[in-house]
């Protein structure tokens, strides 16, 4: 075994029971892939190993109660048995280990797979497939409810634990994540498409940082997610993959195509667009199907211009009713009056209608790789907000309810570049936005 964050207390854990599956690997017909058969033999082996002296499981719940000091560890093991460590090699880069440094925190005794999580994933997949008969309901509500109302008596054990202070929001997010599904499932019975309001709040749930300071991640967060889509399922998504861009209307089609490398294809504008009437972003392209009142678009962009440009561009154009009347969110790598805003274009030359002070907001788009981004529009507040790589805090928000419905679309005030992984969400024209 190779690991630098192993200590006495850990190494059978990190060690067993996965080798025995390695094995049975190695002595087995390569038609040999029942992984949930693999599970079920796992299982079975767990006490036998136990009976040799391992402590891959004893460990566990000592660590637990060393860390909860006073407290009985039930609420803090509610917690960890649905947590994992963060993978590869996040952890060193996290913050600065030595071999000094004690393994001693929750993400030390958080084993390397969460069995109940991965039990829940198949609870959430066979409710799906059938919601009304599911024998299985029963059972993933009620592990729903419990992670729920799990931060109310976990908290002071967080609280008064300099070791596990770090784990709050982590509770709170899990708390967040199980009320979510919840929710979700009562959309599903009802058979009512769930508010956006919904998505929006899961979304950053979904998509936490990639250096959490606590090392962990809510393996309970995938199984949420397929509840929460299919309460409220996408409006449409592209991965490109197909190879066609059907379904987007370019304003220059010559100038637009889908693209692959490295065995990924992706929606490619491959030269800058033709200044208009007004100024205002010169390419875009448009999903012309879906006449949205308020939506989340979520997906991948990178800039192809040299990086030496500080104006170098790539924008999310929504509300679009003709050329003349539209928003656009404008990534860019410099921030100023007209670069890295969210723009309006009402019949005129655009104006930055953000909040944030011009020159003061963050430009991420300083580099030649792609980028995760989302952007968000609620009508009826008139908040929008666009986040790029951290989908967890806006970058740029505006307030303004001049245009209320219109198309979504990619594009690039004067540059080029690519996109990727579009995902829709949103209420047609007419519906409402909760
Ligand atoms: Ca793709
Ligand atoms: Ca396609
Ligand atoms: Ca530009």
Known sequence: MWGE???PETIDSRIWPKTAAIAARSW?????DD?????????????????????????????????????PIDALKTLADILEPVKYYTRPGTRAYTQ????????????PESRQARKFRDLVDRYLEAPDSSGDRNTMLEWLKKWRDNHAPLKPVLEESSLLNEIIPLSEDAAALAGAGLQAVEYIEKRQQAPLS?????????????????ELLIMI??????????????????????????????NIPENWQVGGEGGNRFYHLKAPGIPGEVSAPASCSLLKEFDVSGFV????????????????????????????????????????????????????????INSEEAGKTEARLTDKRFHDFKVSCNPETGEIEAYLDDLNTPILTARDKTLSHGWVGVGSYDDTGSFDDIMLLGKRMNERFE
């Open 5 to 7: 964050f192993v200590v």
């Open 28 to 32: 087995s017909p390569p038609g040999t």
């Open 35 to 71: 992984g949930e058969d693999m599970y079920r033999r796992l299982e079975e082996l767990n006490p036998k190993l136990d009976v040799l002296g391992l402590k891959h499981r004893f460990n566990y719940p000592a660590m637990l109660q060393r860390l909860a000091g006073e407290h």
């Open 100 to 111: 000094m440094t004690p393994l001693n925190r929750l993400v030390d005794a958080a084993r």
């Open 198 to 214: 919904l998505v929006d709040k899961v979304h950053p749930l979904l998509n936490p940082p990639r250096r959490p300071e606590h």
């Open 221 to 250: 967060a995938p199984g949420i997610e397929k509840l929460v889509e299919r309460a409220c399922p996408p409006l449409t998504t592209d991965d490109f993959e197909d190879g066609d861009s059907e379904g987007w209307e370019p």
């Open 297 to 352: 678009l979520t997906g991948r962009l990178r800039c192809a211009a040299p990086l030496d440009n500080p104006h170098r561009d790539m924008v999310i154009v929504f509300n679009f009713q003709d050329p003349t009347h539209f928003y656009y969110v404008h990534f860019s790598a410099s921030s100023d009056e007209r670069h890295n805003i969210i723009g309006l274009v009402n019949g005129t030359d655009r104006v930055k």
